[in-house]
């Protein structure tokens, strides 16, 4: 299922929106909607399967270049992949595995019930929220993301646990499950924080302070700014910001493989400086121009600029 994308670069336009999109199986359960791709598109949301059917499977599904949250109602999913999309939030009530969430920018959360969060990654997003993980003894990584947030007065984590947290910018939003740092030993355990970057939140200290249980880690960097080239502490979004590193910035090359701490660093690092993602994924006519009025026998003079995909 495929439109032209949200973030569009040429004359008059139009989007392409759908209402929700839901993606099931049928009566008996004998199929499904696994291999389902969505690309393009502006939707409220997108669900896959509702929180009243029965549970079953889906595997083999890609996001990509879309506005649209996303809900995993009482299914198992496996081989997600969400990409280069600008969803509000992202739950999943059930399993989870085998599995990226990368380059977006996340307007509020990701959420994970106390079903199984298995060999899921999460890396290279903006994160204006805070992503939450109530299972444990699984597979979670989060890393090179940016979390945003207003200085001294939000949090990165809901419930987090056995997670590993690896070469993420906390700026402005606090690396604990509360602004002031605190975390309490049953919701916020045996984590390890490796080469991420804090700066003006409410508790700087990698690993947090309080109570959590066997939180551990190495080579942070506390309490030092990232050095955008522009971005405030505040917990809303701007098409203006520059999430360019400065030549003296700290997080440069300072990551746990040698790259950059944050968006810039990491296995998909952003090349631009801003969120501008695709366009669109397919050749667009960009601007087309004529005369108003083309009289019969005229020649018809065309002004036409295009973009390859």
């Known amino acids: 299922i495929k439109g032209i994308g949200f973030n569009l670069d040429k004359d008059i336009p139009h989007q392409s929106t759908i209402t929700n999109i839901t993606l099931t199986n049928n009566t008996d ?26 549970a079953y499977a889906l595997d083999d599904i890609v996001i990509k270049n879309c506005r649209a949250s996303v809900v995993a109602g009482r299914v198992d999913i496996d081989n997600l992949l969400i990409v280069d999309t600008w969803p509000n939030i992202i739950e999943f009530f059930r399993r989870v595995t085998n599995s990226e969430i990368r380059n977006n920018l996340i307007a509020s ?74 975390s309490s030993s049953t919701n916020f355990q045996r984590n390890i924080f490796t080469n991420n970057l804090s700066y003006e939140t409410g508790n700087n200290e990698l690993p947090p302070s309080g109570g959590g249980v066997g939180n551990s880690g190495d080579g942070n960097i506390e309490g030092n700014s990232p050095l955008f080239v522009n971005v ?22 300072a990551g746990s493989d040698g790259s950059d701490i944050g968006i810039s660093g990491g296995p998909y690092a952003w090349t631009e400086s801003n969120f501008s993602l695709n366009t669109t994924p397919l050749p667009t006519i960009q601007i087309f121009n004529t005369t108003t009025v083309i009289n019969p026998g005229d020649d018809l003079s065309v002004r036409v600029k295009a973009k390859g995909n």
């Not at 098409?239 to 440069?252: C, G, I, K, R, W």
């Open 109 to 182: 959360r990701i959420t994970m019930g106390s079903i199984t969060a298995s060999s899921l990654i999460i890396t290279n997003n903006i994160i204006f929220g805070t992503v939450s993980k109530s299972s444990v003894g699984d597979n979670l990584i989060i890393q090179n993301n940016n979390f945003i947030g207003t200085r001294l007065n939000t949090d990165a984590f809901g419930n987090m646990r056995d997670a590993v947290i690896a070469n993420n910018i906390f700026y402005g939003r606090t690396p604990s499950i509360t602004a002031a740092g605190n």
């Open 232 to 253: 405030p502490l505040l917990n809303t979004w701007a098409e203006d910001y520059d999430f360019t590193l400065q030549a003296s910035s700290p997080a440069l090359n």
């Open 29 to 54: 359960n004998t199929s499904n909607a696994s291999g389902t791709e969505i690309e393009g598109l502006t939707v409220s949301n997108i669900f896959l399967a509702s929180r009243i059917s029965s």
